[in-house]
């Protein structure tokens, strides 16, 4: 089996502030995605990545930067925090041979 | 675009009392993914069900293809099952899920 990791698992910043949040798996996995979770709602995508250095925008990607330099890892950059994005961050994973996909601990930001 | 309706929203039980949640899709189904989530945490993947009927313990989603849905099973609920469970589904070419709104369980001793 394989794990996700999340860092850090809880990310707090000021407001206009540039902010990184990073994931990693060793599942090999080819597809890595950045979603986030507003309290009491469900998941949107932010950014996917169908390989290394690839980036693909989701429905919510105005304000975010991602970067996927090794198969491995899948950064999150908030370009400027707002207090209206205090959320969980959940990054997932799959396979090229599955839609299965798996999800991180998470990132719980707060924007203060 | 796919759209998801997730249902009931939230479901109250007596431990012991069964419980069914339905999703339903606006397009062709193509598989299905079940999560639970704690309040707080992560998303925990119960099942990853293309077609037919999958059981793990007290658990057990059926999907079926044709008639766009899927449903979860839980059987004898016990309070930790207690949180929300999401349905999603991936698109047809590359694999973004598409999530239900959740079915927030409570379940009382």
């Known amino acids: 089996g394989g794990i996700i990791t999340q860092t850090p698992k809880f990310l707090i910043g000021q407001e206009g502030q540039k902010l990184t949040l990073k994931c990693q798996q060793n599942?090999?996995?080819?597809?890595m995605y950045w979603y986030r979770q507003d309290s009491g709602k469900g998941l949107r995508l932010i950014y996917y990545?169908?390989?290394?250095?690839?980036?693909q925008k989701g429905d919510l990607s105005e304000g975010y930067d991602a970067s996927r330099e090794k198969k491995s890892s899948f950064s999150l950059t908030v370009t400027s925090a707002q207090k209206n994005e205090m959320a969980v961050f959940l990054c997932?994973?799959?396979?090229?041979?599955?839609?299965?996909?798996?999800f991180g601990p998470g990132t719980r930001l707060t924007v203060l | 675009g796919q759209q998801v309706q997730q249902s009931p929203a939230s479901l109250v039980l007596q431990e012991g009392e069964n419980a069914e949640l339905q999703c339903n899709f606006s397009?062709?189904?193509?598989?299905m993914q079940w999560f639970y989530q704690r309040p707080g945490g992560s998303l925990v993947s119960l099942f990853y069900?293309?077609?037919g009927t999958k059981q793990s313990g007290r658990l057990t989603s059926t999907t079926v293809i044709k008639e766009r849905r899927s449903s979860l099973h839980i059987s004898s609920s016990q309070t930790t099952d207690s949180g929300t469970y999401l349905c999603?589904?991936?698109?047809?070419?590359?694999?973004?899920?598409?999530f239900g709104s959740g079915t927030r369980l409570q379940v009382y001793a």
């Open positions: 397009t062709s189904l193509n598989s």
């Open positions: 990545s169908i390989t290394e250095n690839d980036l």
């Open positions: 069900n293309p077609s």
């Open positions: 999603a589904m991936p698109p047809q070419v590359v694999g973004q899920l598409t």
């Open positions: 997932a994973s799959r396979t090229g041979g599955s839609y299965e996909q798996y």
């Open positions: 599942f090999n996995h080819d597809t």
